[in-house]
Structures are given as structure tokens and as C-alpha cells.
């Protein structure tokens, strides 16, 4: 699988958006890109994954570049919920193996 | 929803215990997963099974065992727990949906103390 970069932290403020990037550079054709948020103490939850177009659901945006080397996930609205550590992955969409690195603490302040 | 259920929130054993972690998913998925997740470490795969009867070693495999008797229960063993296997244990399921992609479902954790 391909590796990614996050930034280690980064602060937002409550109901702004929140812009998380990941870097992935060396990604293959064939590998998706996966977002999961982990809040404390709690099992990683997935947000959302995409190939190479962007994707929006009810809890955010991906958002994609045309090269593939890097995306972003975007929430809309941040509330102090959002606050967890949030990781970027890409692997093949058959392969059962899921590696996380060490993500992004998001902290939303009042 | 996707739910993925693991039987104890929280466990404290005696060194040397026999130790059995379940998990139950109710997607009908075919793959299920037991990682462990460790301060500095990130998550590491113990084992992961594909079908029913069926398990892989994943990086981590000495001093567990699985068991997959039914396509919904997978279930973690530590023949003889020891203090460092103390952690946080999180089972997870996926089913392979071709050009969509292959998502996996966490469940909310089990931390293990071994005394």
C-alpha cells in the first residue's frame, strides 16, 4: 500500500470548515483513498473513500487532485464532536489488509 | 447500519488466563479482521479470516489463535495471556464490493488488562 503524510495536528474552530490534506505521492492506479476518524477510546469510524472523482456524503467531502498525489477531506461544519484523530489510507480495493499510520488530531474549539 | 459488536467493553485477566474476545457482525460480510492498537504503534493486524474456517496470519500472530465457526462470529483467543498483551483489541468486517471498493466496519474496541 501506498504511504501517506498528515499533518500531526491541526486546530478548527467551531462550525467552520475543517480542511484536512493528505499527501500520497506515490499512490497506484488502483488504490483508493480511505478516511477514517478515531474518537477517543472508541473503534475507527469510516467517513469516506474514493478513486478519482470527489465524493460528498451526509458527514464530508473528499476531495481528490487530478494527479492523484494528494486530497483532501473536508467537513463543513465542524462541532466539538468532530474532535478525534483522523487517517488518510490508500490500498487496493480487493486486498483485505488495512494499515493505518498516525493520522491527524483534530481539535474543534469553541 | 453496519454494526460490528464485540462482547466486552472492558476485561481484566490473571497471567495465564485463558482469554476469549467475540465479535459478531450482522452485514453478512465475508472477511473479518482482529487488530490491536497500542500508544506510538498505530493498529496492527493479528489475524484476519476470509471465510468461514478460514484465517490468515497477519503481522503480529504469536500468542493468538481464531476462531471462525459461523460467517458472523469471529473470535480472538489468548491461549496465555501476558502483561504485554495488554491493549486495546478491535475486531472489524468488510465485504468485497468490486469497483466501489472494499470498506471496512470497526467495532467500538475491547480494552484487555493483563495482570
Known amino acids: 500500500d501506498a504511504k501517506t503524510t498528515q499533518p500531526t495536528s491541526m486546530d478548527c474552530a467551531e462550525g467552520r470548515a475543517a480542511n484536512l490534506p493528505c499527501n500520497h505521492s506515490t499512490i497506484s492506479g488502483n488504490e483508493y483513498v480511505y478516511w477514517y476518524r478515531q474518537i477517543h477510546s472508541q473503534g475507527p469510524q469510516y467517513i469516506i473513500h474514493g478513486l478519482k472523482n470527489n465524493e460528498t456524503n451526509e458527514m464530508a467531502s473528499l476531495i481528490i487532485t487530478e494527479d492523484r498525489k494528494s486530497s483532501t477531506l473536508i467537513l463543513p461544519h465542524a462541532t466539538l464532536r468532530d474532535t478525534a484523530v483522523y487517517y488518510c489510507i490508500v490500498r487496493v480495493a480487493n486486498f483485505n489488509k488495512f494499515y493505518f499510520g498516525s493520522g491527524t488530531k483534530l481539535n474543534v474549539k469553541p | 447500519d453496519v454494526k460490528v459488536t464485540q462482547s466486552s467493553r472492558y476485561l481484566v485477566k490473571r497471567t495465564g488466563e485463558k482469554v476469549f474476545l467475540e465479535c459478531v457482525q450482522d452485514m453478512d460480510h465475508e472477511n473479518m479482521f482482529w487488530y490491536r492498537q497500542d500508544p506510538g504503534l498505530g493498529l496492527r493486524l493479528i489475524y484476519f479470516s476470509y471465510d468461514v474456517k478460514m484465517k490468515e496470519k497477519g503481522d503480529i500472530p504469536e500468542g493468538y489463535s481464531v476462531s471462525r465457526e459461523k460467517k458472523e462470529r469471529f473470535s480472538l483467543i489468548l491461549e496465555s495471556a501476558s502483561t504485554n498483551q495488554t491493549s486495546m483489541y478491535l475486531c472489524?468486517?468488510?465485504?468485497?464490493?468490486?469497483?466501489?471498493?472494499?470498506?471496512?466496519?470497526f467495532g467500538e474496541g475491547s480494552w484487555l488488562t493483563v495482570v
Open positions: 472489524a468486517s468488510s465485504s468485497y464490493r468490486g469497483a466501489s471498493g472494499n470498506t471496512i466496519y
